[in-house]
């Protein structure tokens, strides 16, 4: 067990809703990551958040945002939801995320399916 | 950008017996180099990483090589068992990023299959 948690585990939505996945990062940890993992494209970065700011930002769509609360829980916020947003959805914390190479611990995971 | 690529996507070996997976990576700014083991249904666990002033870094079965000129670094398992049986990942971090990011940069993995 990382010590990072996400929730749900799993979820099952229609073409067009919008989601929310959640994310508790390791106790101390600053840096929160979401990444997203499918089939055709492997692990892809998509954002991070340090201590609440934005500080790195990889290839995730418009349709999607992410936000890093006051007491360091993230949500993940996938809209105007398609077929090909269905994947795995992970998010990993690190102390500290910013001007050091830290290491990243993943979460279990939210597994979408958009049917 | 980063691009790491991985070799090889598929691997079987005997229990016992060793397994070598390899990486190769495009930025030469890249620090940092992490090894991930993903168990079906499960998240990535880190179970071995190297920065860039170090060429080699072993931990009991597990020992990851550097080779900064050349730009690859690989993961070495011995006396492999069937719980290593598992999809591993390789991961570069550059360390030039604006506003000093921590974005990784993941191979595609290869799936290591011990037999007995």
């Known amino acids: 067990d990382s010590g990072v948690t996400q929730t749900p585990k799993h979820l099952i939505t229609a073409t067009g809703q919008r989601v929310t996945l959640r994310c508790s990062p390791r106790s101390g940890d600053l840096s929160v990551y979401w990444y997203q993992q499918s089939l055709d494209q492997g692990l892809q970065f998509l954002i991070q958040?340090?201590?609440?700011?934005?500080?790195a930002k990889g290839n995730i769509l418009e349709r999607f945002s992410a936000q890093q609360f006051p007491d360091l829980h993230s949500e993940l916020n996938l809209s105007s939801l398609e077929l090909g947003d269905s994947a795995l959805y992970f998010c990993?914390?690190?102390?500290?995320?910013?001007?050091?190479?830290?290491?990243?611990?993943f979460g279990p995971g939210t597994r979408l399916t958009v049917l | 950008g980063e691009n790491v690529e991985q070799h090889p996507s598929t691997l079987s070996v005997q229990e016992g017996d060793s397994a070598v997976i390899k990486c190769t990576y495009s930025?030469?700014?890249?620090?940092?180099f992490p090894w991930y083991k993903q168990e079906l249904g499960k998240g990535p666990q880190l179970i071995i990483d190297?920065?860039?002033?170090?060429g080699e870094k072993k931990d009991q079965r597990i020992a990851v090589t550097l080779n900064k000129t050349a730009k690859h670094f690989s993961l070495h398992i011995t006396e492999t068992q069937p719980e290593d049986s598992a999809v591993y990942f390789c991961?570069?971090?550059?360390?030039?990023?604006?506003?000093?990011?921590?974005?990784?940069?993941f191979g595609t993995g290869t799936q290591l299959k011990v037999e007995l």
């Open positions: 958040y340090y201590n609440g700011e934005e500080r």
């Open positions: 930025d030469s700014a890249s620090n940092y």
């Open positions: 991961a570069a971090r550059s360390s030039g990023l604006t506003g000093g990011g921590n974005k990784l940069t």
């Open positions: 190297i920065r860039s002033n170090v």
């Open positions: 990993a914390s690190s102390v500290v995320g910013q001007g050091v190479a830290d290491t990243q611990y």
